[in-house]
Nanobody, 116 residues
Framework: QVQLVESGGGLVQPGGSLRLSCAAS????????MGWYRQAPGKQRELVAH???????NYADSVQGRFTISRDNAKNTMYLQMNSLKPEDTAVYYC??????????WGQGTQVTVSS
């Protein structure tokens, strides 16, 4: 079992920045990839950014160049640095971990609101 806890969400003005964190615990040795997803009201959950155990990353076109995903294996924590935030970035952001057994683990989500 893997437990994921997100933090760092909040209210920010357009153009501002936030850094989300996702702390993992449990059988973390089974994790080979992690990602950030988001879900806005009335919309489907979508991939924001993804990072493999080797550090390879990919981003949604809508956040490319503004968001940066990273992971600190020593701290068992993944991050999402979000810069130049826009109102359309408003959503609940979820952390996901993919295990080698094929099981997906999700965090509880953290709200990000971009508004003036």
């Amino acid at each position: 079992q893997v437990q994921l806890v997100e933090s760092g969400g909040g209210l920010v003005q357009p153009g501002g920045s936030l850094r989300l964190s996702c702390a993992a615990s449990g059988t973390i040795f089974s994790i080979y990839a992690m990602g950030w997803y988001r879900q806005a009201p009335g919309k489907q959950r979508e991939l924001v950014a993804h990072i493999t155990a080797f550090g390879s990353t990919n981003y949604a076109d809508s956040v490319q160049g503004r968001f940066t995903i990273s992971r600190d294996n020593a701290k068992n924590t993944m991050y999402l640095q979000m810069n130049s935030l826009k109102p359309e970035d408003t959503a609940v952001y979820y952390c996901k971990a993919d295990s080698r057994t094929g099981v997906e683990y999700w965090g509880q989500g953290t709200q990000v609101t971009v508004s003036s």
